[in-house]
């Protein structure tokens, strides 16, 4: 057995679930997973075809819904045939996959027709995220997914374990923790003793959120334009199938909004009560979302790892470990700043990972969430991480006035233009009245000012000796925070307007994604740049 094996032998947590994944490794044998894998194979298979094919399909089906209605019983036949084939590609997925545990690694063969064999050593993996969906919660089956950075290509996962050893596996797996070297002299004390503390009982919980925090959540952070977005083609028939429910249980719609038997009173106190109605089933959606998400939220900490345990149906589990954050965000939207809550996020390498700068990634292992808490707590829980003060209460430099004309310019203008055109079209026309549609015009001109100067409001700079904080937003507003170490590339960009005025614009790229920052000081942007170049080169640090 290698010096890995030895350490695990010397774990005094000696379970059932070690011994057997011990015996695993000790036997260096191919092994399958359990077949309730193939319930994983086919949901995923399912959620490609409904995310790849059916979304960008439902115009055409919405065209042609009066057809589909005629031949439901052909559509139907078509689903069971389609699902049949699922369930056959899922069956031989099962029987094609193996996984073999070594002392120091873990290896995966998989594949029908595109054979793959996939190579992972202990020490290349950055967190292990344990998923229980829904379909394996009655058998206590969980899925082990490996962040390695590495190609999203080459899926880390292993789809079907019991959860008690997929714990233990994760255990292993943060015991073989690479001791730092010199280059890693900017690393604090816990970080280097975390690779002693094995199976560490001692995590502290630093967080929970409750229902009454999640629904707050739902509320201030509503996404529900998205999914209506994708009903946009099914309105007229959602419409009519409304109409004819309400008719059956007596209620008359047309005539409740009907303006010619009604005052206008009446009239917009019905339209008013109609509105909130749908605001309200709207919210109550995003509400159930969030709790769908987040129900039993538990942030905690073991050593200098973080944990964040939380699903009502699909159990997610995602460890991070605290040196390998390079940034930390407190986003607010408006709502958010009314109420005094927080979204706040850690972000650690995000390079290769597939769908990792996608929006709302809740569950990316390269995120930590804690979502609505609020400000005092965002910020205790920041410098946790990263030893900073109140974000909010920082005093941000503001970037060039500049940047206004260069957003009214584009792509402000832009954006103008299209109203213009139109209704320049109607004022030549003769089919509107001038006065009105001028007013428009100029009532748009003002909003499109307005909101160039409120994201110009927003843009904020700061920095000290170790970090550097950037703020942004238009209506909500992003606190971001990461250290000057953790930059592994920066970006001097200056257009010839900026150079007439002497700005310039700086982009920070962190393994977790760039930042940029427009029309600052060119002074200023030099400083930054020179600054970071200059730890780097004098600490050479490890930006993982």
Known sequence: MSDHADMLERTPDDSASDAQIKREIASDEWSRVSPIAILYFFAKTLFF??????????????????????????????????????????????????????????????GVFQKSHLDLPFAKIQNVKIIQPFYYRFSNFAIIELDTAGSAKQEANIVAIRLPLAESFKHIVQSIIKKPNSADKHETKDTEEQGNQVHSSDEVVLNKRSIKDLIIHGITNNRVWIFLGFLAPFY?????????ILMLVGFDIASFLDYETQSMGVFLLHLFS??????????????????????????????????????????????????????AVQQQDWLDIIIGRVNLSFEQNSAGVHGA????????????IV????????????????SVNALSKISFQRISRR?????????MLMIYAIPA???GAMLINGSGNPTVLSAILIGILVLLVILSVLRWYRWGYA??????????????????????????????????????????????????????????????????????????????????
């Open 403 to 411: 940047f206004i004309v260069r957003l009214l310019l584009y792509p």
């Open 371 to 386: 979502p609505s808490v609020t400000t005092m707590e965002a910020d205790e829980l920041t410098l946790d991480v990263f």
């Open 421 to 423: 055109l139109l209704l």
């Open 49 to 110: 075809i409904i995310n790849n094919i059916v979304i960008y399909s439902l115009p055409i089906f919405a065209f042609n819904f009066a057809k589909a209605k005629e031949n439901i019983v052909f559509i139907g036949l078509g689903c069971l045939a389609l699902a049949i084939l699922i369930a056959m590609g899922s069956l031989l997925k099962y029987l094609f996959y193996f996984y073999r545990l070594s002392a120091d690694r873990v290896e995966i063969k998989q």
């Open 274 to 327: 109609i509105f909130m109605l749908l605001m309200l089933v709207l919210v109550s959606f995003s509400i159930i979302g969030a709790i769908f998400v987040f129900f039993d939220y538990h942030l905690s900490k073991s050593g200098g790892r973080f944990i964040r345990r939380s699903g009502l149906f699909t159990k997610h589990e995602v460890s991070m470990k605290g040196s390998r954050i390079q940034r």
């Open 463 to 544: 920095s000290d000796d170790t970090f550097i904080y950037v703020r942004k937003g238009l209506f909500g507003r992003d606190f971001i925070v990461f250290p000057i170490r953790k930059i592994q590339q920066t970006k001097f960009v200056q257009t010839p307007f900026m150079r007439k005025a002497n700005l310039a614009t700086v982009k920070f790229v962190l393994a977790s994604g760039g930042i940029t920052v427009p029309y600052l000081d060119k002074a200023v942007v030099t400083n930054i740049i020179d600054e970071a170049l200059m730890v780097t080169a004098k600490e050479k640090p490890a930006w993982m």
């Open 236 to 244: 007229n028939a959602i419409a009519e199938n409304i109409g004819n």
């Open 357 to 368: 700068n996608q929006g709302g990634q809740l569950n990316s292992a390269t995120k930590l």
